[in-house]
Protein backbone atom coordinates (compact mmCIF):
# COMPACT_ATOMS: atom_id res chain seq x y z
CA UNK A 1 0.00 0.00 0.00
CA UNK A 2 1.28 3.19 -0.65
CA UNK A 3 2.51 6.17 1.73
CA UNK A 4 -0.13 7.98 1.36
CA UNK A 5 -3.23 5.73 1.29
CA UNK A 6 -1.53 4.23 4.30
CA UNK A 7 -2.11 7.71 6.09
CA UNK A 8 -5.69 7.30 4.85
CA UNK A 9 -6.30 3.91 6.31
CA UNK A 10 -4.41 4.99 9.89
CA UNK A 11 -6.88 8.12 10.03
CA UNK A 12 -9.82 5.74 10.75
CA UNK A 13 -11.23 6.06 14.55
CA UNK A 14 -14.30 5.04 15.89
CA UNK A 15 -15.42 8.68 15.89
CA UNK A 16 -14.37 9.74 12.68
CA UNK A 17 -14.47 6.92 9.86
CA UNK A 18 -12.27 7.43 7.11
CA UNK A 19 -15.44 5.88 4.79
CA UNK A 20 -16.15 8.01 1.89
CA UNK A 21 -20.16 7.99 1.93
CA UNK A 22 -22.69 8.57 -1.38
CA UNK A 23 -25.90 7.77 -1.88
CA UNK A 24 -28.15 7.62 -5.16
CA UNK A 25 -32.44 7.60 -5.30
CA UNK A 26 -34.49 6.75 -8.23
CA UNK A 27 -38.06 7.51 -8.90
CA UNK A 28 -38.21 4.00 -9.84
CA UNK A 29 -37.67 0.22 -8.31
CA UNK A 30 -34.34 -1.22 -9.21
CA UNK A 31 -34.09 -4.79 -10.40
CA UNK A 32 -31.40 -5.94 -7.80
CA UNK A 33 -30.32 -9.16 -9.08
CA UNK A 34 -29.24 -7.12 -11.93
CA UNK A 35 -27.77 -4.18 -10.16
CA UNK A 36 -25.78 -7.05 -8.01
CA UNK A 37 -24.41 -8.20 -11.46
CA UNK A 38 -23.23 -4.76 -12.86
CA UNK A 39 -21.54 -4.37 -9.38
CA UNK A 40 -19.44 -8.01 -9.98
CA UNK A 41 -18.71 -6.91 -13.42
CA UNK A 42 -18.05 -3.24 -13.64
CA UNK A 43 -16.75 -3.22 -9.61
CA UNK A 44 -15.32 -6.03 -8.41
CA UNK A 45 -13.83 -7.73 -11.94
CA UNK A 46 -12.18 -4.21 -12.71
CA UNK A 47 -10.67 -2.90 -10.28
CA UNK A 48 -8.83 -5.46 -7.24
CA UNK A 49 -9.16 -3.45 -4.68
CA UNK A 50 -12.82 -4.23 -4.41
CA UNK A 51 -11.69 -8.12 -3.73
CA UNK A 52 -8.61 -7.56 -1.46
CA UNK A 53 -8.56 -6.62 2.01
CA UNK A 54 -5.72 -4.94 3.66
CA UNK A 55 -2.94 -6.83 5.84
CA UNK A 56 -1.27 -4.77 9.13
CA UNK A 57 2.40 -5.54 9.77
CA UNK A 58 3.54 -6.65 12.89
CA UNK A 59 7.30 -5.25 11.58
CA UNK A 60 8.01 -1.96 12.60
CA UNK A 61 8.47 1.15 9.63
CA UNK A 62 6.75 -1.80 7.16
CA UNK A 63 3.35 -0.65 6.44
CA UNK A 64 0.35 -2.26 5.39
CA UNK A 65 -0.45 -4.21 1.80
CA UNK A 66 -3.27 -5.44 -0.07
CA UNK A 67 -4.04 -9.57 -0.97
CA UNK A 68 -6.61 -11.06 -2.26
CA UNK A 69 -9.71 -12.19 -0.14
CA UNK A 70 -9.45 -15.97 0.04
CA UNK A 71 -13.09 -16.19 1.25
CA UNK A 72 -14.71 -13.17 -0.81
CA UNK A 73 -18.39 -13.04 -0.66
CA UNK A 74 -20.46 -10.51 -2.91
CA UNK A 75 -23.51 -11.27 -0.22
CA UNK A 76 -20.93 -9.75 2.78
CA UNK A 77 -20.68 -6.53 0.51
CA UNK A 78 -24.11 -6.14 -0.68
CA UNK A 79 -27.17 -5.53 1.90
CA UNK A 80 -30.57 -5.10 1.32
CA UNK A 81 -32.71 -2.98 3.28
CA UNK A 82 -36.49 -1.24 3.56
CA UNK A 83 -37.08 2.00 4.48
CA UNK A 84 -39.95 2.41 7.25
CA UNK A 85 -42.92 4.20 6.74
CA UNK A 86 -42.98 6.78 5.53
CA UNK A 87 -40.37 6.07 3.64
CA UNK A 88 -39.45 9.81 2.65
CA UNK A 89 -36.13 11.96 2.53
CA UNK A 90 -35.92 12.43 6.41
CA UNK A 91 -36.68 8.45 6.79
CA UNK A 92 -33.57 7.86 4.12
CA UNK A 93 -31.17 10.13 5.84
CA UNK A 94 -31.59 8.85 9.29
CA UNK A 95 -30.85 5.16 7.76
CA UNK A 96 -27.50 6.91 6.11
CA UNK A 97 -26.30 8.67 8.68
CA UNK A 98 -27.14 5.32 10.87
CA UNK A 99 -25.03 3.64 8.06
CA UNK A 100 -22.16 6.10 8.19
CA UNK A 101 -21.30 5.13 12.23
CA UNK A 102 -20.61 1.72 11.44
CA UNK A 103 -17.18 0.62 10.41
CA UNK A 104 -16.59 -1.55 7.49
CA UNK A 105 -15.14 -5.08 8.37
CA UNK A 106 -11.10 -4.96 8.42
CA UNK A 107 -11.27 -8.80 7.78
CA UNK A 108 -13.12 -8.09 4.07
CA UNK A 109 -12.14 -5.79 1.26
CA UNK A 110 -13.26 -1.89 2.55
CA UNK A 111 -16.53 -1.31 0.46
CA UNK A 112 -20.33 -2.01 1.20
CA UNK A 113 -23.36 -1.16 -0.90
CA UNK A 114 -27.07 -0.88 0.91
CA UNK A 115 -29.71 -1.43 -1.88
CA UNK A 116 -32.31 0.40 -0.28
CA UNK A 117 -36.68 -0.59 -0.94
CA UNK A 118 -39.01 1.92 0.25
CA UNK A 119 -38.37 5.07 -0.85
CA UNK A 120 -41.54 7.19 -1.86
CA UNK A 121 -42.13 5.02 -5.04
CA UNK A 122 -38.41 3.93 -5.89
CA UNK A 123 -35.86 2.91 -4.34
CA UNK A 124 -32.33 4.33 -3.05
CA UNK A 125 -28.47 2.78 -3.04
CA UNK A 126 -25.83 3.61 -0.30
CA UNK A 127 -22.18 2.99 -1.47
CA UNK A 128 -19.49 3.20 1.49
CA UNK A 129 -15.99 3.29 -0.10
CA UNK A 130 -12.76 3.31 2.52
CA UNK A 131 -10.44 6.26 1.77
CA UNK A 132 -7.72 4.06 1.62
CA UNK A 133 -8.88 2.63 -1.84
CA UNK A 134 -9.42 5.84 -3.31
CA UNK A 135 -10.04 9.10 -3.44
CA UNK A 136 -13.13 11.24 -4.23
CA UNK A 137 -12.67 11.87 -7.84
CA UNK A 138 -11.12 8.62 -8.42
CA UNK A 139 -14.41 6.76 -6.80
CA UNK A 140 -16.73 9.76 -9.22
CA UNK A 141 -15.38 8.28 -12.24
CA UNK A 142 -15.67 4.48 -11.18
CA UNK A 143 -19.35 4.88 -10.29
CA UNK A 144 -19.86 6.71 -13.41
CA UNK A 145 -18.55 3.58 -14.79
CA UNK A 146 -21.13 1.39 -13.39
CA UNK A 147 -24.34 2.99 -14.64
CA UNK A 148 -26.13 2.11 -17.79
CA UNK A 149 -25.14 5.12 -20.04
CA UNK A 150 -20.99 5.63 -18.17
CA UNK A 151 -18.53 3.73 -21.04
CA UNK A 152 -16.46 1.41 -19.50
CA UNK A 153 -13.95 2.82 -16.80
CA UNK A 154 -10.87 4.03 -18.72
CA UNK A 155 -8.28 2.11 -16.88
CA UNK A 156 -4.49 3.18 -17.22
CA UNK A 157 -2.18 0.00 -19.23
CA UNK A 158 0.61 -1.24 -16.59
CA UNK A 159 3.28 1.31 -16.15
CA UNK A 160 6.40 0.46 -18.19
CA UNK A 161 9.55 -0.06 -16.55
CA UNK A 162 11.87 2.89 -16.35
CA UNK A 163 15.02 3.39 -17.92
CA UNK A 164 16.93 4.49 -14.67
CA UNK A 165 18.56 7.26 -16.88
CA UNK A 166 16.81 9.92 -16.76
CA UNK A 167 17.21 12.76 -13.46
CA UNK A 168 14.28 11.78 -11.21
CA UNK A 169 15.26 7.96 -11.41
CA UNK A 170 18.55 8.69 -10.71
CA UNK A 171 17.44 10.99 -7.76
CA UNK A 172 15.08 8.11 -6.36
CA UNK A 173 17.70 5.67 -6.43
CA UNK A 174 20.60 7.75 -4.89
CA UNK A 175 17.62 8.28 -1.90
CA UNK A 176 17.04 4.80 -1.87
CA UNK A 177 20.38 3.95 -0.93
CA UNK A 178 20.66 6.75 1.62
CA UNK A 179 17.94 6.23 3.51
CA UNK A 180 18.31 3.90 6.15
CA UNK A 181 14.66 2.86 5.98
CA UNK A 182 14.23 -0.56 4.41
CA UNK A 183 14.43 -0.13 0.41
CA UNK A 184 10.33 -0.91 -0.06
CA UNK A 185 9.69 1.77 1.88
CA UNK A 186 12.35 4.20 0.40
CA UNK A 187 10.76 3.40 -2.81
CA UNK A 188 7.53 4.37 -1.94
CA UNK A 189 8.23 7.22 -0.29
CA UNK A 190 9.84 8.61 -3.34
CA UNK A 191 7.53 7.30 -6.21
CA UNK A 192 4.82 9.45 -4.09
CA UNK A 193 6.65 12.16 -4.35
CA UNK A 194 7.84 11.73 -7.74
CA UNK A 195 4.95 11.77 -9.16
CA UNK A 196 3.50 14.97 -7.73
CA UNK A 197 7.12 16.10 -9.40
CA UNK A 198 6.48 14.33 -12.68
CA UNK A 199 2.95 16.91 -13.54
CA UNK A 200 3.77 20.25 -14.28
CA UNK A 201 -0.28 20.90 -15.22
CA UNK A 202 -1.09 20.26 -11.97
CA UNK A 203 2.29 21.07 -9.93
CA UNK A 204 3.92 24.22 -11.62
CA UNK A 205 7.66 24.97 -11.11
CA UNK A 206 8.03 23.10 -7.68
CA UNK A 207 11.89 24.48 -8.10
CA UNK A 208 11.69 27.35 -9.12
CA UNK A 209 9.22 28.92 -6.59
CA UNK A 210 11.63 28.52 -3.46
CA UNK A 211 10.30 31.57 -1.49
CA UNK A 212 7.03 30.42 -2.47
CA UNK A 213 7.53 27.29 -1.17
CA UNK A 214 8.98 27.60 2.40
CA UNK A 215 5.82 30.31 2.87
CA UNK A 216 3.78 27.14 1.70
CA UNK A 217 5.46 24.69 3.84
CA UNK A 218 5.35 27.31 6.77
CA UNK A 219 1.48 27.27 6.39
CA UNK A 220 0.99 23.86 6.55
CA UNK A 221 3.38 22.91 9.88
CA UNK A 222 2.25 26.31 11.68
CA UNK A 223 -0.60 27.53 11.48
CA UNK A 224 -2.09 27.21 14.96
CA UNK A 225 -5.72 25.14 15.66
CA UNK A 226 -9.09 27.23 14.26
CA UNK A 227 -11.65 28.99 16.23
CA UNK A 228 -13.50 27.65 19.00
CA UNK A 229 -17.08 27.59 18.59
CA UNK A 230 -19.95 25.31 19.09
CA UNK A 231 -18.79 24.00 15.32
CA UNK A 232 -16.18 22.42 17.35
CA UNK A 233 -15.56 19.72 19.96
CA UNK A 234 -14.81 16.12 20.85
CA UNK A 235 -16.57 13.43 18.40
CA UNK A 236 -19.03 10.99 19.18
CA UNK A 237 -20.36 8.15 17.31
CA UNK A 238 -23.82 8.82 15.98
CA UNK A 239 -23.93 10.96 12.80
CA UNK A 240 -27.26 13.32 11.68
CA UNK A 241 -27.09 14.06 7.49
CA UNK A 242 -28.95 16.66 5.70
CA UNK A 243 -29.05 17.61 1.92
CA UNK A 244 -30.91 20.93 0.06
CA UNK A 245 -33.37 21.06 -2.46
CA UNK A 246 -31.53 21.23 -5.87
CA UNK A 247 -30.24 24.57 -7.12
CA UNK A 248 -30.14 24.81 -10.94
CA UNK A 249 -26.58 25.28 -11.99
CA UNK A 250 -26.89 27.07 -14.65
CA UNK A 251 -28.62 30.09 -12.21
CA UNK A 252 -25.19 29.55 -9.81
CA UNK A 253 -23.37 30.08 -12.98
CA UNK A 254 -25.44 33.03 -14.00
CA UNK A 255 -24.32 34.30 -10.24
CA UNK A 256 -20.18 33.63 -11.12
CA UNK A 257 -20.48 35.85 -14.10
CA UNK A 258 -22.22 38.44 -12.68
CA UNK A 259 -19.22 38.76 -10.05
CA UNK A 260 -16.20 37.30 -11.37
CA UNK A 261 -16.25 34.25 -9.85
CA UNK A 262 -16.72 30.67 -10.12
CA UNK A 263 -19.37 28.10 -9.12
CA UNK A 264 -17.30 27.16 -6.61
CA UNK A 265 -17.02 30.79 -4.91
CA UNK A 266 -20.84 31.55 -4.96
CA UNK A 267 -21.71 28.06 -3.39
CA UNK A 268 -18.88 28.51 -1.03
CA UNK A 269 -20.12 31.95 -0.14
CA UNK A 270 -23.54 31.06 0.92
CA UNK A 271 -22.08 27.94 3.06
CA UNK A 272 -20.31 30.99 4.70
CA UNK A 273 -23.21 32.64 5.03
CA UNK A 274 -24.93 29.59 6.54
CA UNK A 275 -22.53 28.94 9.43
CA UNK A 276 -22.49 33.00 10.22
CA UNK A 277 -25.91 32.58 10.75
CA UNK A 278 -25.83 29.07 12.61
CA UNK A 279 -23.42 30.80 14.77
CA UNK A 280 -24.62 34.01 15.46
CA UNK A 281 -28.31 32.97 16.76
CA UNK A 282 -26.10 30.68 18.86
CA UNK A 283 -24.26 34.14 20.10
CA UNK A 284 -21.20 32.49 19.29
CA UNK A 285 -19.95 34.44 15.74
CA UNK A 286 -16.19 35.07 15.43
CA UNK A 287 -14.23 36.83 12.84
CA UNK A 288 -13.27 33.21 10.49
CA UNK A 289 -13.64 29.90 10.09
CA UNK A 290 -11.03 27.23 8.65
CA UNK A 291 -12.40 24.89 6.22
CA UNK A 292 -9.98 22.11 4.90
CA UNK A 293 -11.03 21.68 1.49
CA UNK A 294 -9.36 18.36 -0.96
CA UNK A 295 -7.36 19.35 -4.01
CA UNK A 296 -7.16 17.33 -6.84
CA UNK A 297 -3.87 16.95 -8.29
CA UNK A 298 -5.16 13.63 -10.72
CA UNK A 299 -5.48 14.66 -14.17
CA UNK A 300 -8.89 14.59 -14.98
CA UNK A 301 -7.83 13.65 -18.86
CA UNK A 302 -5.54 10.38 -18.02
CA UNK A 303 -6.98 7.20 -17.56
CA UNK A 304 -7.72 5.59 -13.53
CA UNK A 305 -4.80 2.94 -12.79
CA UNK A 306 -6.53 -0.33 -12.02
CA UNK A 307 -5.22 0.31 -8.59
CA UNK A 308 -7.17 3.45 -7.54
CA UNK A 309 -5.33 5.20 -5.18
CA UNK A 310 -5.16 8.58 -3.78
CA UNK A 311 -3.94 11.58 -5.64
CA UNK A 312 -4.63 14.68 -3.67
CA UNK A 313 -3.41 17.06 -1.14
CA UNK A 314 -5.69 19.53 1.55
CA UNK A 315 -5.46 23.20 1.64
CA UNK A 316 -7.01 25.05 4.39
CA UNK A 317 -9.41 27.93 3.28
CA UNK A 318 -10.56 30.27 6.09
CA UNK A 319 -14.23 31.19 5.26
CA UNK A 320 -14.45 34.91 6.20
CA UNK A 321 -17.86 34.01 8.46
CA UNK A 322 -17.74 37.25 10.24
CA UNK A 323 -18.27 39.59 6.92
CA UNK A 324 -22.31 40.14 6.85
CA UNK A 325 -22.42 41.72 3.24
CA UNK A 326 -22.39 38.82 0.85
CA UNK A 327 -21.30 40.54 -2.16
CA UNK A 328 -18.16 41.36 0.37
CA UNK A 329 -17.98 38.02 1.77
CA UNK A 330 -18.19 36.72 -2.06
CA UNK A 331 -15.22 38.79 -3.15
CA UNK A 332 -13.39 38.18 -0.20
CA UNK A 333 -14.09 33.74 -0.64
CA UNK A 334 -12.85 34.68 -4.26
CA UNK A 335 -9.51 36.31 -3.06
CA UNK A 336 -8.42 33.03 -1.17
CA UNK A 337 -9.23 30.67 -3.30
CA UNK A 338 -7.45 32.16 -6.24
CA UNK A 339 -4.17 32.48 -3.93
CA UNK A 340 -4.90 28.63 -3.33
CA UNK A 341 -5.09 28.03 -6.86
CA UNK A 342 -1.56 29.84 -7.53
CA UNK A 343 0.14 27.93 -4.41
CA UNK A 344 1.76 24.91 -4.16
CA UNK A 345 -0.24 23.41 -1.11
CA UNK A 346 -2.33 21.37 -2.86
CA UNK A 347 1.31 19.64 -3.58
CA UNK A 348 3.33 19.57 -0.47
CA UNK A 349 0.40 18.75 1.77
CA UNK A 350 0.08 15.35 -0.54
CA UNK A 351 3.58 15.24 0.07
CA UNK A 352 3.48 15.39 3.70
CA UNK A 353 0.73 13.26 3.85
CA UNK A 354 2.67 10.19 2.32
CA UNK A 355 5.65 11.02 4.57
CA UNK A 356 3.40 10.54 7.28
CA UNK A 357 2.13 7.28 5.78
CA UNK A 358 5.48 5.94 7.03
CA UNK A 359 5.80 7.27 10.18
CA UNK A 360 4.53 4.66 13.71
CA UNK A 361 0.04 4.04 14.40
CA UNK A 362 0.90 6.20 17.32
CA UNK A 363 2.55 8.85 16.26
CA UNK A 364 0.22 9.32 12.80
CA UNK A 365 -2.36 9.51 15.36
CA UNK A 366 -1.28 12.55 17.10
CA UNK A 367 -0.23 14.31 13.74
CA UNK A 368 -3.37 13.84 12.22
CA UNK A 369 -4.80 15.43 15.38
CA UNK A 370 -3.10 18.07 15.25
CA UNK A 371 -3.64 18.97 11.50
CA UNK A 372 -7.39 18.36 12.27
CA UNK A 373 -7.35 20.94 14.70
CA UNK A 374 -6.28 23.40 12.37
CA UNK A 375 -9.89 23.24 10.54
CA UNK A 376 -13.58 23.03 11.95
CA UNK A 377 -15.54 21.18 8.51
CA UNK A 378 -14.34 19.82 4.96
CA UNK A 379 -15.55 20.91 2.27
CA UNK A 380 -15.52 19.08 -1.00
CA UNK A 381 -17.05 20.31 -4.42
CA UNK A 382 -17.70 17.16 -7.06
CA UNK A 383 -18.85 17.74 -10.55
CA UNK A 384 -20.78 14.92 -11.69
CA UNK A 385 -21.79 13.59 -15.25
CA UNK A 386 -23.47 16.27 -17.59
CA UNK A 387 -26.39 14.32 -18.42
CA UNK A 388 -29.25 12.49 -16.66
CA UNK A 389 -27.69 8.87 -16.32
CA UNK A 390 -29.33 5.79 -15.37
CA UNK A 391 -28.72 2.08 -13.24
CA UNK A 392 -30.03 -0.73 -14.62
CA UNK A 393 -32.59 0.71 -16.69
CA UNK A 394 -34.09 3.30 -14.14
CA UNK A 395 -32.70 7.09 -14.08
CA UNK A 396 -30.69 8.52 -11.27
CA UNK A 397 -32.83 11.38 -9.74
CA UNK A 398 -29.97 13.16 -7.56
CA UNK A 399 -27.28 12.32 -5.68
CA UNK A 400 -24.63 13.25 -2.57
CA UNK A 401 -21.73 12.35 -1.66
CA UNK A 402 -19.51 12.88 1.63
CA UNK A 403 -15.64 13.15 2.28
CA UNK A 404 -15.26 11.58 5.49
CA UNK A 405 -13.71 14.26 8.61
CA UNK A 406 -10.55 13.46 10.42
CA UNK A 407 -9.43 13.72 14.06
CA UNK A 408 -11.82 16.46 16.46
CA UNK A 409 -13.43 17.46 12.46
CA UNK A 410 -16.78 16.72 13.01
CA UNK A 411 -18.60 18.44 9.62
CA UNK A 412 -18.39 17.22 6.29
CA UNK A 413 -19.95 19.51 3.64
CA UNK A 414 -20.91 18.62 0.39
CA UNK A 415 -21.15 19.96 -2.97
CA UNK A 416 -22.27 17.67 -5.47
CA UNK A 417 -23.69 18.73 -9.31
CA UNK A 418 -25.75 16.45 -11.35
CA UNK A 419 -27.50 16.87 -14.61
CA UNK A 420 -27.44 20.80 -14.30
CA UNK A 421 -28.63 20.65 -10.37
CA UNK A 422 -26.37 21.08 -7.40
CA UNK A 423 -26.86 20.18 -4.08
CA UNK A 424 -25.59 20.85 -0.67
CA UNK A 425 -25.27 17.96 1.75
CA UNK A 426 -24.05 18.17 5.42
CA UNK A 427 -22.70 15.19 7.06
CA UNK A 428 -22.21 16.33 11.10
CA UNK A 429 -21.30 15.17 14.29
CA UNK A 430 -25.05 14.18 16.59
CA UNK A 431 -23.70 15.85 19.81
CA UNK A 432 -21.88 18.98 17.87
CA UNK A 433 -24.57 19.79 15.40
CA UNK A 434 -27.88 17.85 16.25
CA UNK A 435 -29.83 19.82 13.77
CA UNK A 436 -28.21 20.08 10.36
CA UNK A 437 -30.93 21.03 8.53
CA UNK A 438 -30.83 24.31 9.98
CA UNK A 439 -27.60 25.31 8.32
CA UNK A 440 -28.76 23.78 5.18
CA UNK A 441 -31.95 25.85 5.65
CA UNK A 442 -30.16 28.94 6.18
CA UNK A 443 -27.94 27.75 3.08
CA UNK A 444 -30.37 28.05 0.86
CA UNK A 445 -31.75 31.55 2.30
CA UNK A 446 -28.22 32.68 1.80
CA UNK A 447 -28.21 31.80 -2.15
CA UNK A 448 -31.69 33.15 -2.70
CA UNK A 449 -30.08 36.34 -1.67
CA UNK A 450 -27.12 36.29 -3.67
CA UNK A 451 -29.48 34.99 -6.90
CA UNK A 452 -31.38 38.04 -6.18
CA UNK A 453 -29.49 40.73 -7.70
CA UNK A 454 -28.83 38.22 -11.21
CA UNK A 455 -32.26 37.03 -11.39
CA UNK A 456 -34.15 37.92 -13.93
CA UNK A 457 -38.07 37.81 -14.15
CA UNK A 458 -38.87 35.14 -15.83
CA UNK A 459 -36.66 32.03 -15.24
CA UNK A 460 -33.54 30.97 -17.59
CA UNK A 461 -33.52 28.72 -19.95
CA UNK A 462 -32.95 25.69 -19.47
CA UNK A 463 -29.24 25.00 -20.58
CA UNK A 464 -28.06 20.98 -21.76
CA UNK A 465 -24.91 19.11 -20.99
CA UNK A 466 -23.90 21.36 -17.54
CA UNK A 467 -20.96 20.09 -15.53
CA UNK A 468 -20.24 21.91 -11.98
CA UNK A 469 -16.44 23.04 -11.35
CA UNK A 470 -14.29 20.57 -9.50
CA UNK A 471 -12.33 23.20 -7.12
Known amino acids: MSSADTAWLRMDRPTNLMVVNGVLWFDDQLDWPRVREQLRRRLVAEFPRFRQRVVESSVPLYG ?46 LWEVHLIDGYGR ?144 VLLTAVAGALRSYLKRRENLVHELRAIVPFNLRPLDEPLPRKLGNRFGLVLLPLPVGIGDRRERLAEVKRRMDAIKRSQEGAF ?85 PEPQEIVDAFEVEYRELAAPTRPSTPLPSLPSLVGEAT
Open 122 to 265: GCAMLFRVSHCIADGIALARVLLSLTDDGAPADIAPPQAARSGSGPLDKLSHSAARTLTVPRGVAETVWRDLLEVMAHPAEVTDLAAAGRSDAKTLAKLLLTGHDADTVLKGEPGVARRVAWSSPLRLDEVKAIGRAFDATVND
Open 64 to 109: PWWEDDPGFDMDAHVHQRVLPAPGDQSVLQQLVADAMAMPLDRSRP
Open 349 to 433: SFGVLSAIGLTPAQLQNVIFGEFAARGTAVMTNVAGPQEPMHFAGAPVRGAVVWAPCAGGVGISVSIFSYAGEVRLGLAVDAGLV
